[in-house]
């Protein structure tokens, strides 16, 4: 797993690095790594033109020492200063040695000599950025935007909060973000996250000085591991059986497509219960299907209940009965605007709870509270948010978004990776909340936390959505039938070779 850290963490883990190494040891190693990652993606470094936006702080001297390295490998690099008299004095005396120029930001030319770079170097802001960017940072921003080159940002791209992924006005549009020690929490989430692009995390010893991290990102591996292959004793009962309240007349669809993620994400069974029942039957005869009430569906070891079911007193009652189980439960759209009205509902389960709201239906939790999860709906600090909505009503929360947030009541949270802008389409989070249920049935026999199986389960939804997305637009449907290939992929049974379809 991949520990994400906040600012201040990060600061603190340097402080004894920092303290046991000669002065600029740190900024040198960094800058190796930078300049490493730059001629890298640059692939020939020679006669190459490389724009440096250099701010008065320490990644401002990342900046110019990486400079210094390209230059000397032939790289025609010039460094555009935003406070020449504040800026980084031992890496301006580098950069001049190895050869390269030095500008002053607002000089002629200075927007066009950024805009047709073959790569420009973001080091204006770094992690203890505040308030925005200035005047002179937004045109140059707007310069390399508009620009043909690769765009990196030392550590953070300027503009965001490392800790939160939050957004005050324009923010650098990174491809790639070259971070330093650790990866930080507003390179993966928010709108952090659409402006940091691919994230390479270069280690500068702060690995034994990090405190133990509370939230983490899932790679392959790590799903992998949590996804037990069935062995030669197993039988369908033994696998995880998944019971599904969803759809209705009205919205068969919901039913379908959940019902249908549930058995591609390969539980042992799958019992249908609701008003979708003629329509699951027919899309999925693997399916155990009544149109009664989730009591007579038969056991099972998990509940999803809510997308499509309606909001009547049929439906009450039915997310009544089914958080009244002594299994996990996993309620997502319209019974999370019933569970909004009436919380107690959920309030001192004794089994496992797992939410999966998008920010409106977050938003329903806390108007009904009179604000305070995120304040004013979800906020821009997201795992903040899902934080305290997770330890208000003692459940796992999955906030949805382009990085899913899953957040459990101890404060332990999980960052989605594998998200994607083409999932922003009807009927995704019905397939998403069917893989969830699945992987929550296994519980039993894995021995994954809930908050655990909420993870895995989103990585598998983004995974399935970005091969979806390889040929162009999706719809639902499309992630149920890329699930068993996205199980495949993570579990190293299929070529890698997925190209990234996310914005």
Sequence with gaps: ??????????????????????????MQRAATGLATVCGRLLGSVYGRQVALLVGTGNNGGDALFAGAHLAGRGARVTAVLLDPDRAHGPGLVALRRSGGRVVAAGEEGVDDLVARADLVLDGMLG?????????????LTWAAADGAGITVAVDVPSGID????????????AMHTVT???????????????????????????????????????????????????????????QGVVGVVAGSATY?????????????????????????????????????VTEGRPSEAGRVQAWVVGPGMGTDDAAREALAEVLDSDVPVLVDADALTLLARNPALVRGRSAPTLLTPHDREFERFVDARGGGAGGHGVGGDRIAAARTLAADLGAVVLLK?????????????????TGTAWLATAGTGDVLSGIAGAVLATQGTTGLSTAAA??????????????????????????????????????GLLPPGLEDSGA
């Design 162 to 173: 490392a800790s939160t992924g939050e957004v005050d006005g324009v923010a650098f549009p």
């Design 401 to 417: 978004g382009d990085a899913t947030v899953v957040a459990d009541p101890d404060g332990t949270t999980f960052v989605n990776g």
């Design 252 to 288: 068969p669809g919901a039913g379908v497509l959940c019902t249908g993620a549930a058995l591609r994400t390969r539980p042992g069974l799958v019992r249908y219960a609701g008003g979708a029942a003629d329509g699951v039957r027919a899309a999925w005869p693997e399916a155990i």
């Design 1 to 26: 797993m991949i520990g994400l850290y906040t600012a201040d963490e990060v600061r603190a883990a340097e402080e004894p690095v920092l303290a046991a190494t000669p002065e600029g040891a740190l």
């Design 180 to 238: 330093f020690g650790a990866v930080k929490r507003g390179l993966v989430v928010g709108e952090g996250r659409g402006h940091a692009g691919q994230v390479h995390l270069i280690d500068i010893g702060l690995g034994p000085h990090l405190p133990a991290a509370t939230a983490w990102q899932l790679t392959d591996a790590d799903v992998a591991a949590r996804l037990e292959p069935p062995s030669a004793g197993d039988d369908k009962y033994s």
């Design 454 to 491: 909420a993870a895995v389960a989103a990585h598998l939804h983004g995974l399935a959505g970005r091969l979806a997305a390889r040929t162009g637009p999706l719809v639902a449907g499309d992630l149920v039938r890329c699930l068993p290939e996205a199980i495949g992929r993570v579990r």
């Design 127 to 139: 992690i203890g950025g505040r308030g925005g960017l200035r005047r002179d940072a937004v045109e």
